[in-house]
């Protein structure tokens, strides 16, 4: 049974920092990419980062580029999203989602990633 279980989210200011955690279970972690995503409310699941399955390789959205940073330690099957200078508009619930790289599936899209966890809150305030 595949799990990914997001933690770390929660309440900050604006310009503050959180990072958050996904244990993976259930899957051979490091055959799989990994990849964030984020959906406020009333608007659709938006690509926030990803990194490949050894981690010499990452994507940002543009809105986040520069201020997140995603890494993974393969040894813990856990995927990281350090989040810095924190902005109202980052509010959301975050998601991480495993991609078993498929050819010719695009990064950016949900589609691409077969396992989903249940979602952190993240809410930054003004």
């Known amino acids: 049974q595949v799990q990914l279980v997001e933690s770390g989210g929660g309440l900050v200011q604006a310009g503050g920092s959180l990072r958050l955690s996904c244990a993976v279970s259930?899957?051979?972690?490091?055959?799989?990419?990994m990849g964030w995503f984020r959906q406020a409310p009333g608007k659709e699941r938006e690509f926030v980062s990803r990194?490949?399955?050894?981690?010499?390789?990452?994507y940002y959205a543009d809105s986040v580029k520069g201020r997140f940073t995603i890494s993974r330690d393969n040894a813990k099957n856990t995927v990281y999203l350090q989040m810095n200078s924190l902005k109202p508009q980052d509010t959301a619930v975050y998601y991480c989602?495993?991609?078993?790289?498929?050819?010719?599936?695009?990064?950016?899209?949900?589609?691409?990633?077969?396992?989903w966890g249940q979602g952190t809150q993240v809410t930054v305030s003004s």
């Open positions: 989602g495993a991609d078993p790289g498929y050819f010719g599936r695009p990064y950016y899209s949900t589609s691409t990633y077969d396992y």
């Open positions: 259930g899957l051979t972690f490091s055959r799989y990419a």
């Open positions: 990194i490949s399955r050894s981690g010499d390789r990452t």
